[in-house]
C-alpha cells in the first residue's frame, strides 16, 4: 500500500472530470487500498481520486470515530434527494478552511463496491454531505465555488501567498 499525494486547491487538476469505471480489476482495487490508506493518515472522513490526481470515479468514505464504517463508491449517482440544510464543511484539499454549504439533508446513492456489485444505500446527516460533497470532487468541483466571490478571491489570494513563501 502507499500514500497518495493530495492535491491542493486551487491547482487546476481539480477541476477536471472522472471518467467512469468500466471494470473494478485489481487496478482500481489497488487504487482504493491506497486512497483508504491515504484518507485515514490525513486524517480525513473522505477522499475521491481526483484529489490524488487520478480521473476515475471511485470515493472512499468513514464517518466513523472508531474507522470501520468503511464505504466504497465507484461510479456513484445520486438518483434522489430530500431536503436541504447548511453544515460546516471542510475539504483535504483546502487544509484548514471550514465554511458552511448548503446541501440535500438526505440522498440515495446507487453505485458499484469493491467486488464488482452494484449496491444502493440512503444517506442522511454527515454521511449525506460527505456524499455529495465527493461526488462534486469527481465532476471538478471543490467546495469553495459555492462560497461567494469575495471568499473565493480572498481564500485564492491566501493560498497563492502561502505557496509563494514557501518557494
Ligand atoms: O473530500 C475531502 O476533501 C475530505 C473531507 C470530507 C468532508 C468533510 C466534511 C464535510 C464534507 C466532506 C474531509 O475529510 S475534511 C477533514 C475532516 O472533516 C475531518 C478530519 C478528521 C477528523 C474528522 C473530520
Ligand atoms: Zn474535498
Redesign the pocket.
Known sequence: MALLE?LKYPDPRLHKIAAPVSVVNGEIQELVKNMIQT?YA???????AP?VNVLKQVVV?D?SDSKDQLHVFINPVITASFGEEE????????PDI?DR?RRATKVTVQAIDIKGNRFELQAEG?LA??I???ID?LKGKV?VEYLSKLKQTRLRDRLKKQLRKKM
Do not use: D, K, W
Not at 42 to 48: D, E, H, K, Q, T
Not at 87 to 94: D, K, R, Y
Open positions: 493530495i484518507m490525513a486524517p480525513g472522513i473522505g477522499l475521491a484529489q468514505i464517518i453544515n460546516e464543511e471542510g475539504c483535504l484539499s483546502v471550514y454549504v454527515l454531505v460527505c455529495q460533497h465527493e470532487h467546495f
